[in-house]
């Protein structure tokens, strides 16, 4: 089983910047990529970033060039440093893990609140 926590959410103003962590833990194996999703109240949890085994990386058009996701294999970690942070921004931020067996593993969640 993997346990997936998310922290570094938080309340920041428009324009500001925030740090987002994902730590994994348990039976880690066969990591087919780790993603971040956003869910904001009334609407559909979105993609945000992902990235795979290779260490190539994939964004939502809403947040190229603004948000970066990135991993330390080492520690079992993945981040989403994001930048010029927007109200329309404000969600619920989860991490995502898949694996080549077809296993889905989500954290917990952490909140974004950006105020204008």
């Known amino acids: 089983q993997v346990q997936l926590v998310e922290s570094g959410g938080g309340l920041v103003q428009a324009g500001g910047s925030l740090r987002l962590s994902c730590a994994a833990s348990?039976?880690?194996?066969?990591?087919?990529?780790m993603g971040w999703y956003r869910q904001a109240p009334g609407k559909q949890r979105e993609l945000v970033a992902t990235?795979?085994?290779?260490?190539?990386?994939t964004y939502a058009d809403s947040v190229k060039g603004r948000f970066t996701i990135s991993r330390d294999i080492t520690k079992n970690m993945v981040y989403l440093q994001m930048n010029s942070l927007s109200p329309e921004d404000t969600a619920v931020y989860y991490c995502?893990?898949?694996?080549?067996?077809?296993?889905?593993?989500w954290g917990q969640g952490t909140q974004v609140t950006v105020a204008s």
């Open positions: 348990g039976i880690i194996a066969s990591i087919r990529a």
């Open positions: 995502k893990q898949s694996n080549w067996f077809g296993n889905e593993y």
């Open positions: 990235i795979n085994s290779r260490g190539s990386t």
